[in-house]
């Protein structure tokens, strides 16, 4: 089948191909190799603790001689399915502004004016201290606004507090830039709360930030106005920013409403990532922004600020076209869109949730209410030869050429992550395939090994 006739042609899978091996060349036959330069070492340690290393690795593991098609679940990317298409308003946005020729130049480093203003209008209606453009600063994807702020904040010695799970890019970018890492926990059994307690245990004088997500990826959880206020006051204690990532402040199913950390700024200043990938189902348009929530100047006092702007005169702008567009974008997205897609989402947790009961080994103890993923724990003691939640992705990939995220990749051992941000049959084909894999691969009872025993003699 050739890429155009593929339904999805733009999703990751396998290609089944074999890399040739690279020609070695020496000097005279000395050994010494003819050429001075080499690929950085810098790049290759932070490359480990990403996800498309994982993901590429299990799609290794699989096999075209497993007579079933490929079904990746463990990274999302929802816009290649024909249900999760993006609102005509966008699209009509985008076009307008391509056909105007309005989009053709460069943009200022910051971004272009209407569109920084378009999102300080759009974050304001939630937040009691209002941002102005010049507290706004857009950059390509949420990832890149990630980048910006861990370059900004680099120094010799500087720490940063992560949470465990988490998005391992926060966890890449630090590695790159050189910002030591420390781990904070999320409770399952407190609805994935931030241990708090263990956050001020692993803080010192050279911790500069805490990363809070909210909506968060991967728990899918949407945390309450007091714990976030617990947050903001615990950062104030230790005299640290809060870094809050709203990403998917659009893309909420449950009950829990969305509140955003800007609104405790008065406590803490508080820099907020977000973007238009996750709400409006576009990552490939690439534009995110940082905004600065800072009444009292903190960050410019600090020259936070400074560093940000130097970082993004540095940096590639995101595309002036869709920058254009933001305004009409932001402004004009129907309200039905996103219930619709959010309906969506929800339909496909409450099938996997209750699909997950006949599966014992894998259990869901949280239903999620947010983002496009499924965390679910691995009862490894009840099969058989699977020593940990990456052996059973491997194995789960070599025998059903089924690719689900093994929770070692997030920071949580013997877990494990499912997208969900699929069409509805694919999770089913998929749970299918996971059944019957637990199935062949649990433990014996006594009665069933005493059988065994008897048919073999």
């Given at each position: 089948?050739?890429?155009?006739?593929?339904?999805?042609?733009?999703?990751?899978?396998?290609t089944?191909?074999?890399?040739?091996?690279?020609?070695?060349?020496?000097?005279?036959?000395?050994?010494?190799?003819?050429?001075?330069?080499?690929?950085?070492?810098?790049?290759?340690?932070?490359?480990?603790?990403?996800?498309r290393?994982?993901?590429?690795?299990?799609?290794?593991?699989?096999?075209?001689?497993?007579?079933?098609?490929?079904?990746?679940?463990?990274?999302?990317?929802?816009?290649?399915?024909?249900?999760?298409?993006?609102?005509?308003?966008?699209?009509?946005?985008?076009?307008?502004?391509l056909?105007?020729?309005?989009?053709?130049?460069?943009?200022?480093?910051?971004?272009?004016?209407?569109?920084?203003r378009?999102?300080?209008?759009?974050?304001?209606?939630?937040?009691?201290?209002?941002?102005s453009?010049?507290?706004?600063?857009?950059?390509a994807?949420?990832?890149?606004?990630?980048?910006?702020v861990?370059?900004?904040?680099?120094?010799?010695?500087?720490?940063?507090?992560?949470?465990?799970?988490?998005?391992?890019?926060?966890?890449?970018?630090?590695?790159?830039?050189?910002?030591?890492?420390?781990?904070?926990?999320?409770?399952?059994?407190?609805?994935?709360?931030?241990?708090?307690?263990?956050?001020?245990?692993?803080?010192?004088?050279?911790?500069?930030?805490?990363?809070?997500?909210?909506?968060?990826?991967?728990?899918?959880?949407?945390?309450?106005?007091?714990?976030?206020?617990?947050v903001?006051?615990?950062?104030?204690?230790?005299?640290?920013?809060?870094?809050?990532?709203?990403?998917?402040?659009?893309?909420?199913?449950?009950?829990?409403?969305?509140?955003?950390?800007?609104?405790?700024a008065?406590?803490?200043?508080?820099?907020?990532?977000?973007?238009?990938?996750?709400g409006?189902?576009?990552?490939?348009w690439?534009?995110?922004?940082?905004?600065?929530?800072?009444?009292?100047?903190?960050?410019?006092?600090?020259?936070?600020?400074?560093?940000?702007?130097?970082n993004?005169?540095?940096?590639?702008?995101?595309?002036?076209?869709i920058?254009?567009a933001?305004?009409?974008i932001?402004?004009?997205a129907?309200?039905?869109?996103?219930?619709?897609?959010?309906k969506?989402?929800?339909?496909n947790?409450?099938?996997?949730?209750?699909?997950?009961?006949?599966?014992?080994?894998?259990?869901?103890?949280?239903?999620?209410?947010?983002?496009?993923?499924?965390?679910?724990?691995?009862?490894?003691?009840?099969?058989?030869?699977?020593?940990?939640?990456?052996?059973?992705?491997?194995?789960?990939?070599?025998?059903?050429?089924?690719?689900?995220?093994?929770?070692?990749?997030?920071?949580?051992?013997?877990?494990?992550?499912?997208?969900?941000?699929?069409e509805?049959?694919?999770?089913?084909?998929?749970?299918?395939?996971?059944?019957?894999f637990?199935?062949?691969?649990?433990k014996?009872?006594?009665?069933?090994?005493?059988?065994?025993?008897?048919?073999?003699?």
């Open positions: 089948m050739s890429e155009e006739q593929q339904p999805h042609a733009n999703l990751v899978v396998p089944f191909r074999t890399e040739k091996e690279p020609k070695t060349q020496t000097q005279n036959g000395n050994g010494r190799s003819v050429w001075r330069f080499g690929g950085s070492e810098k790049a290759a340690e932070a490359s480990t603790v990403t996800l290393g994982v993901i590429f690795m299990l799609f290794d593991n699989c096999s075209k001689d497993v007579k079933k098609t490929v079904l990746p679940l463990g990274h999302g990317d929802p816009s290649v399915y024909s249900c999760f298409r993006t609102c005509i308003e966008a699209e009509d946005a985008v076009v307008d502004v056909r105007s020729g309005k989009g053709n130049s460069y943009g200022p480093g910051a971004g272009i004016p209407p569109a920084r378009a999102v300080a209008d759009y974050l304001n209606g939630d937040l009691p201290n209002k941002l453009p010049d507290d706004i600063f857009l950059t994807g949420c990832n890149q606004g990630i980048e910006i861990f370059e900004s904040l680099a120094r010799p010695s500087a720490n940063i507090l992560l949470p465990r799970p988490g998005f391992p890019h926060y966890d890449a970018r630090a590695v790159y830039s050189g910002l030591e890492i420390r781990k904070f926990d999320l409770l399952p059994d407190r609805e994935w709360e931030i241990d708090l307690e263990g956050v001020e245990s692993i803080a010192d004088e050279n911790t500069v930030a805490i990363v809070v997500i909210n909506p968060n990826n991967p728990c899918g959880n949407v945390y309450s106005h007091d714990h976030l206020k617990k903001a006051e615990t950062a104030r204690k230790l005299g640290i920013m809060v870094i809050t990532d709203e990403v998917y402040d659009r893309t909420i199913f449950g009950d829990n409403p969305f509140v955003p950390m800007g609104k405790f008065s406590i803490v200043p508080v820099l907020t990532l977000g973007g238009i990938s996750k409006w189902v576009v990552p490939g690439k534009l995110g922004w940082i905004a600065l929530n800072d009444p009292e100047g903190v960050f410019e006092y600090t020259k936070v600020t400074q560093s940000i702007k130097q993004l005169d540095i940096t590639p702008d995101p595309s002036t076209i920058q254009v933001l305004p009409e932001l402004e004009k129907d309200k039905k869109f996103f219930a619709k897609k959010n969506i989402l929800k339909h947790v409450d099938l996997v949730c209750d699909r997950l009961k006949d599966i014992p080994c894998v259990v869901c103890p949280k239903k999620p209410e947010s983002c496009t993923y499924l965390l679910t724990k691995l009862e490894l003691s009840l099969l058989e030869n699977i020593k940990d939640d990456i052996d059973f992705c491997v194995k789960l990939a070599r025998e059903e050429n089924l690719v689900l995220l093994p929770g070692e990749a997030l920071g949580l051992k013997n877990w494990m992550r499912i997208t969900i941000g699929v509805a049959h694919m999770l089913e084909d998929a749970l299918e395939r996971l059944k019957g637990c199935a062949r691969h649990a014996k009872t006594e009665t069933e090994t005493e059988s065994l025993e008897a048919l073999k003699l």
